[in-house]
């Protein structure tokens, strides 16, 4: 009798749950069905372009990715342009406009509706290792790989730079958003608004300020007539640089501490022995490295400062 009424009992409190149960399921179902349409709606151009005689591929985007890889010696360009909307009338109003290139130059621009903002196209460019890049994006990535011609890079509203095994000069800007770059044997200039700089591998010389950011730097070697200048608002500065570096050395952070694995040969300083001379010492130092031909700059106003011996 006690076992009836205890199956009955979860009988009805069963009756009660399930649809509750499956409304739950319904709306997630419903949630996860709806996120996959919202990226859903997808339109793929492929375009070549001959080359010959031009030097230059200059690229703007106003909302996507751009990647750039050298995969071939053939003098054309190859594009794979991605668009992707949630609603399928707003790659309509999406256009890449190449009305503007020369004999000289490859320009592709997105244009875009006023009023179109659910929409956005990745581009996906193959080109031969000589060529020069412009790169700009509003808001998207730029990555970059194995290329032998100057690169400019820039980022707007929001976009990090990644630039991997470029063996030429490099520009890159970006105003929200990070910048790294792997393997640099020629001058590096790099700038961020909001963001971290780091660049392995250096071999030229290297500007680099972050307004709010930290910048790492490795180097292979700083030659004698090379200047490394890195500049922050607020973060630190870690530079690696090799024990045969001979450079002048100018240090500063504002309300960090500086420290040196390399012996530093100290400018004279006539100064009292006093907490403000401990505090200046622990922050400052200008100097000499080896036999002081390169010329290294750091400074940070909110930030510690270390200079390292590369491992490499």
């Given at each position: 009798?006690?076992?009836s009424?205890?199956?009955?009992?979860?009988v009805?409190?069963?009756?009660?749950?399930?649809?509750?149960?499956f409304?739950?399921?319904s709306?997630?179902l419903?949630?996860?069905?709806?996120l996959?349409k919202?990226?859903?709606?997808?339109e793929?151009?492929?375009?070549e372009?001959p080359?010959?005689?031009?030097?230059?591929?200059?690229?703007k985007?106003?909302k996507?990715?751009i990647?750039?890889k050298s995969?071939?010696?053939?003098?054309t360009?190859?594009?794979?342009?991605?668009?992707k909307?949630?609603?399928p009338?707003?790659?309509?109003?999406?256009?890449?406009?190449?009305s503007?290139?020369?004999?000289?130059s490859?320009?592709i621009e997105?244009?875009?509706?006023?009023?179109?903002?659910?929409?956005s196209?990745?581009?996906?460019?193959v080109v031969p290792?000589n060529?020069?890049?412009e790169l700009?994006?509003d808001n998207g990535n730029?990555?970059?790989?194995?290329?032998?011609?100057?690169?400019?890079?820039?980022?707007?509203?929001?976009?990090?730079?990644?630039?991997?095994?470029?063996?030429?000069?490099?520009?890159?800007?970006?105003?929200?958003?990070s910048?790294?770059?792997?393997?640099?044997?020629?001058?590096?200039?790099?700038?961020?608004?909001?963001?971290?700089?780091t660049?392995?591998?250096?071999?030229k010389?290297?500007?680099?300020?972050a307004?709010?950011g930290?910048?790492?730097?490795e180097c292979l070697?700083?030659?004698?007539t090379?200047k490394?200048s890195?500049n922050?608002?607020?973060?630190?500065i870690t530079?690696?640089?090799?024990?045969?570096?001979s450079?002048?050395?100018?240090?500063?952070?504002?309300?960090?501490?500086?420290?040196?694995?390399?012996?530093?040969?100290?400018?004279?300083?006539t100064?009292?022995l006093?907490p403000?001379?401990w505090?200046?010492?622990?922050?400052?130092?200008?100097g000499?490295?080896?036999?002081?031909?390169a010329?290294?700059t750091?400074?940070?106003?909110?930030?510690?400062?270390?200079?390292?011996?590369?491992?490499?």
């Amino acid at each position: 009798m006690i076992q009836s009424k205890v199956q009955y009992t979860l009988v009805v409190v069963l009756c009660m749950i399930a649809p509750q149960i499956f409304a739950g399921k319904s709306r997630i179902l419903r949630a996860v069905d709806s996120l996959f349409k919202r990226s859903h709606h997808e339109e793929i151009i492929q375009k070549e372009y001959p080359l010959k005689g031009r030097k230059l591929v200059h690229v703007k985007n106003m909302k996507g990715t751009i990647t750039v890889k050298s995969e071939w010696n053939n003098e054309t360009l190859l594009m794979t342009a991605t668009k992707k909307s949630t609603k399928p009338e707003y790659l309509d109003s999406l256009t890449i406009d190449d009305s503007k290139s020369d004999k000289n130059s490859i320009k592709i621009e997105t244009i875009c509706a006023a009023n179109n903002k659910k929409a956005s196209i990745d581009y996906v460019l193959v080109v031969p290792q000589n060529i020069r890049l412009e790169l700009i994006s509003d808001n998207g990535n730029i990555v970059v790989k194995e290329t032998n011609g100057e690169i400019v890079a820039k980022t707007g509203n929001f976009g990090n730079i990644e630039i991997d095994n470029a063996q030429n000069a490099i520009y890159a800007q970006a105003e929200h958003g990070s910048i790294l770059i792997n393997r640099a044997p020629k001058n590096v200039k790099a700038f961020s608004s909001n963001g971290n700089i780091t660049i392995h591998n250096a071999e030229k010389s290297i500007i680099a300020q972050a307004e709010k950011g930290k910048i790492d730097i490795e180097c292979l070697q700083v030659p004698s007539t090379g200047k490394l200048s890195l500049n922050t608002g607020s973060g630190n500065i870690t530079l690696r640089i090799p024990e045969s570096t001979s450079a002048e050395l100018q240090a500063h952070t504002e309300s960090g501490t500086l420290t040196c694995a390399h012996y530093v040969t100290v400018k004279p300083l006539t100064t009292q022995l006093n907490p403000s001379a401990w505090t200046k010492f622990k922050r400052e130092v200008e100097g000499t490295i080896g036999s002081g031909e390169a010329n290294i700059t750091l400074h940070t106003d909110k930030g510690h400062i270390k200079i390292l011996n590369s491992t490499i």
